[in-house]
């Protein structure tokens, strides 16, 4: 890579950095160029040239918040769930997995969801978390063959909200597991008693 290659992916990275850090402290849509400038010590037009909207540069952060975040990634499922025989020990897998995934991330997921319906970016980004979380759902509930109302319902009750009303509880984070896996099991087994799935 020449000098004028690596000052460029510096400066995007400088520029990376200070949006990241202004997301956190303001919000998304709170954040100007100018204050993105500022941070990072350069003009407006040095920002607006490697990032020409809103949307390229909040995908230039996402695939940084993705990295350090590390949400479970449904390719793993064979994995995360070998030598687990049962749907109940690979909700308690996923619980598990899913809340580390929050304690790292629940800042930025806040933060981007506030602002999800004004940045396409966003959207997405938080679109492909769902997507991800409802398909370990559906490979924690194999071999059962979940239906879709099934999943959606675990997906409401699997949600980062449901995660932050336990850790607000006080409860101990492998309490607060065992009582989340113990919330999913019983709902399962009180939709298919219905008859709602």
């Given at each position: 890579?020449?000098?004028r290659a690596a000052s460029q992916?510096?400066?995007?990275?400088?520029?990376?950095?200070?949006?990241?850090?202004?997301?956190?402290?303001?919000?998304?849509?709170?954040?100007?160029?100018?204050?993105?400038?500022?941070?990072?010590?350069?003009?407006?037009?040095?920002?607006?040239?490697?990032?020409?909207?809103?949307?390229?540069?909040?995908?230039?952060?996402?695939?940084?918040?993705?990295?350090?975040?590390?949400?479970?990634?449904?390719?793993?499922?064979?994995?995360?769930?070998?030598?687990?025989?049962?749907?109940?020990?690979?909700?308690?897998?996923?619980?598990?997995?899913?809340?580390?995934?929050?304690?790292?991330?629940?800042?930025?997921?806040?933060?981007?969801?506030?602002?999800?319906?004004?940045?396409?970016?966003?959207?997405?980004?938080?679109?492909?978390?769902?997507?991800g979380r409802r398909a370990l759902?559906?490979?924690?509930?194999?071999?059962?063959?979940?239906?879709?109302?099934?999943?959606?319902?675990?997906?409401?009750?699997?949600?980062?909200?449901?995660?932050?009303?336990?850790?607000?509880?006080?409860?101990?984070?492998?309490?607060?597991?065992?009582?989340?896996?113990?919330?999913?099991?019983?709902?399962?087994?009180?939709?298919?008693?219905?008859?709602?799935?």
């Amino acid at each position: 890579m020449g000098k004028r290659a690596a000052s460029q992916v510096e400066t995007r990275e400088r520029i990376v950095q200070a949006t990241m850090a202004l997301h956190d402290e303001k919000g998304i849509t709170h954040t100007s160029i100018n204050d993105i400038a500022a941070r990072a010590g350069l003009g407006a037009a040095t920002v607006l040239r490697h990032f020409p909207d809103t949307n390229a540069l909040v995908t230039a952060c996402g695939q940084h918040v993705a990295a350090e975040m590390a949400p479970p990634d449904p390719e793993d499922a064979p994995e995360l769930f070998a030598g687990l025989s049962t749907a109940d020990e690979r909700l308690g897998k996923l619980v598990r997995e899913l809340h580390a995934f929050y304690e790292r991330g629940h800042v930025r997921i806040e933060i981007a969801e506030q602002d999800r319906s004004r940045v396409e970016a966003l959207d997405r980004f938080l679109t492909m978390l769902d997507d991800g979380r409802r398909a370990l759902l559906r490979a924690a509930m194999a071999p059962d063959d979940p239906d879709d109302a099934l999943i959606e319902a675990l997906m409401a009750l699997s949600s980062i909200c449901v995660w932050k009303s336990l850790r607000d509880s006080r409860f101990a984070p492998d309490v607060a597991a065992q009582f989340h896996t113990a919330i999913l099991r019983r709902a399962v087994d009180a939709l298919i008693d219905a008859g709602f799935v």
